[in-house]
């Protein structure tokens, strides 16, 4: 047995869902509540991305009610307990004892703990795991319980509210939303229960850049839960690897084996650049006449992005063909892989701009949902400030850029909600960057 350490069996329901939406778990009882939250987060699929809050009562602003505090609020004076002070079997004693937990302030998100049973515990025993549960986990920043079910009827044609939430989600975001916009993962016990088994330290067979990154990100849980549940990648078919590369493939064949004359200042002829922003469709994404590389910015960036690659370079006043970008013209597999051990891109940006790369990756790869959000929390648990203070979505575009644009090219990225989301071949890519890291 381990020691006096039992497994308390826990209901975790999100309060105000119908029918309910929650979850059973087996957690260590000497669990500090600061690893609850990272359970929780992993349990019901969040990303971290708000602040949370552990209560001995659902008011978490009556002056009798005890509130155990992240470190942001320790540290911001408000008044509570440490939450890493404090185990969850000091709280859930006997059954039926329950303790709150506040997820994101705006949306608020309530999840009540109830303890149901304490069982005998093994030393083997995992610290958490999920033995049942219903509903799939809301989207972040979806609106609460109430946005939260009707992101639900939205996605289910079946829904007696279907239509109703259909036509209120179109007014809002425009008339092209469909019911598929609003699909959610299913839960799935065995998804979950992979996720809560990762190790949050690392593993051995990390490659290098990965061990450096967890070992960098000091308490960032979510981070390090991201970066080791990332699995090794399956190999690309042919055709997928062909349609995903296929605007490198076009560039090496059209640089061919003469290579293409550039300007005196060292940019694509005005017919180059024409033909590879008709190539790369970018009449929705930049304006003008798509003639001169240095006002095309998209053009100059695919350009310098197949660069770095290594697969084009500069000779002699020409854009030339490199050993790697002729060997792999017609290898849509082989040039798959060379640009997955290509990424991140970060010529001449630095050290933040390598991690913003990385971190673009992580995300793309653990497919978060507000890939900028993540990438600039990411920065900020390495210790990375920007001039006016904490970094945020916005200013971490440009360290991210250059390879969230060969990411781009390599289609990633697909469709429009609420804001641009990965694709399922981004995933596939992603982990195959990831893992082709020294």
Request: proline share 7%; hydrophobic share 40%.
């Given at each position: 047995m381990a020691g006096h350490t039992s497994s308390l069996r826990v209901r975790v329901e999100l309060e105000e869902t119908e029918p309910p939406l929650w979850r059973r778990l087996e957690l260590a009882s000497?669990?500090?509540?600061?690893?609850?939250?990272?359970?929780?987060?992993?349990?019901?699929?969040?990303?971290?991305?708000?602040?949370?809050?552990?209560?001995?009562?659902?008011?978490?602003?009556?002056p009798a009610t005890v509130n155990y505090l992240m470190p942001f609020e320790i540290d911001e004076g408000e008044p509570g307990v440490p939450e890493g002070a404090v185990r969850l079997g000091e709280l859930l004693v006997d059954a039926g004892d329950r303790l709150t937990y506040t997820y994101d302030f705006g949306d608020d998100w309530t999840h009540t703990l109830e303890l149901e049973s304490t069982l005998p515990r093994t030393d083997s025993a995992p610290r958490a795991v999920c033995t049942a549960g219903e509903r799939p986990g809301p989207p972040e920043d979806c609106g609460g319980v109430d946005g939260y079910e009707a992101w639900c009827a939205a996605a289910d044609p079946s829904h007696p509210d279907h239509a109703a939430a259909l036509a209120s989600f179109r007014d809002i975001v425009g008339t092209d939303v469909a019911a598929t916009d609003f699909t959610m993962s299913p839960f799935?016990?065995?998804?979950?229960?992979?996720?809560?088994a990762a190790p949050v330290t690392g593993a051995s067979d990390l490659p290098a850049a990965l061990a450096d990154l967890l070992r960098d990100t000091g308490d960032a849980v979510w981070l390090q839960k991201a970066i080791a549940g990332i699995p090794r990648p399956d190999?690309?078919?042919?055709?997928?690897?062909?349609r995903a590369v296929h605007p490198f493939t076009w560039l090496l064949d059209r640089v061919g084996i003469e290579g293409i004359t550039l300007t005196g200042a060292g940019y694509l002829p005005p017919e180059h650049v024409q033909a590879v922003a008709a190539e790369l469709g970018i009449e929705d994404e930049w304006y003008g006449k798509f003639n001169r590389e240095s006002q095309t910015l998209p053009v100059l960036a695919f350009r310098e992005s197949a660069q770095q690659a290594k697969l084009v370079r500069k000779h002699k006043g020409k854009l030339v063909l490199t050993p790697?970008?002729?060997?792999?013209?017609?290898?849509?597999?082989?040039?798959?892989?060379?640009l997955a051990a290509q990424l991140p891109l970060a010529a001449g940006g630095g050290e933040?701009?390598?991690?913003?790369?990385?971190?673009?990756?992580?995300?793309?790869?653990?497919?978060w949902p507000d890939l900028d959000d993540g990438i600039a929390r990411g920065l900020d648990a390495l210790g990375w400030v920007g001039r006016d203070g904490p970094l945020n979505s916005y200013t971490v575009n440009d360290a991210s850029r250059r390879t969230r644009t060969a990411l781009l090219r390599l289609a990633a990225f697909e469709g429009r909600l609420f804001k641009e989301r990965v694709s399922e071949h981004?995933?596939?890519?992603?982990?195959?960057?990831v893992w082709t890291w020294p």
């Amino acid at each position: 047995m381990a020691g006096h350490t039992s497994s308390l069996r826990v209901r975790v329901e999100l309060e105000e869902t119908e029918p309910p939406l929650w979850r059973r778990l087996e957690l260590a009882s000497d669990m500090p509540l600061s690893e609850v939250h990272g359970v929780l987060q992993t349990a019901f699929g969040w990303t971290d991305s708000h602040l949370h809050r552990f209560s001995s009562s659902p008011d978490v602003y009556d002056p009798a009610t005890v509130n155990y505090l992240m470190p942001f609020e320790i540290d911001e004076g408000e008044p509570g307990v440490p939450e890493g002070a404090v185990r969850l079997g000091e709280l859930l004693v006997d059954a039926g004892d329950r303790l709150t937990y506040t997820y994101d302030f705006g949306d608020d998100w309530t999840h009540t703990l109830e303890l149901e049973s304490t069982l005998p515990r093994t030393d083997s025993a995992p610290r958490a795991v999920c033995t049942a549960g219903e509903r799939p986990g809301p989207p972040e920043d979806c609106g609460g319980v109430d946005g939260y079910e009707a992101w639900c009827a939205a996605a289910d044609p079946s829904h007696p509210d279907h239509a109703a939430a259909l036509a209120s989600f179109r007014d809002i975001v425009g008339t092209d939303v469909a019911a598929t916009d609003f699909t959610m993962s299913p839960f799935d016990i065995d998804e979950v229960n992979r996720a809560l088994a990762a190790p949050v330290t690392g593993a051995s067979d990390l490659p290098a850049a990965l061990a450096d990154l967890l070992r960098d990100t000091g308490d960032a849980v979510w981070l390090q839960k991201a970066i080791a549940g990332i699995p090794r990648p399956d190999a690309p078919d042919a055709e997928a690897a062909a349609r995903a590369v296929h605007p490198f493939t076009w560039l090496l064949d059209r640089v061919g084996i003469e290579g293409i004359t550039l300007t005196g200042a060292g940019y694509l002829p005005p017919e180059h650049v024409q033909a590879v922003a008709a190539e790369l469709g970018i009449e929705d994404e930049w304006y003008g006449k798509f003639n001169r590389e240095s006002q095309t910015l998209p053009v100059l960036a695919f350009r310098e992005s197949a660069q770095q690659a290594k697969l084009v370079r500069k000779h002699k006043g020409k854009l030339v063909l490199t050993p790697a970008g002729r060997r792999l013209r017609a290898d849509p597999v082989g040039l798959w892989w060379h640009l997955a051990a290509q990424l991140p891109l970060a010529a001449g940006g630095g050290e933040v701009e390598r991690h913003a790369g990385l971190l673009t990756l992580i995300g793309t790869a653990a497919g978060w949902p507000d890939l900028d959000d993540g990438i600039a929390r990411g920065l900020d648990a390495l210790g990375w400030v920007g001039r006016d203070g904490p970094l945020n979505s916005y200013t971490v575009n440009d360290a991210s850029r250059r390879t969230r644009t060969a990411l781009l090219r390599l289609a990633a990225f697909e469709g429009r909600l609420f804001k641009e989301r990965v694709s399922e071949h981004g995933v596939a890519f992603a982990r195959a960057a990831v893992w082709t890291w020294p």
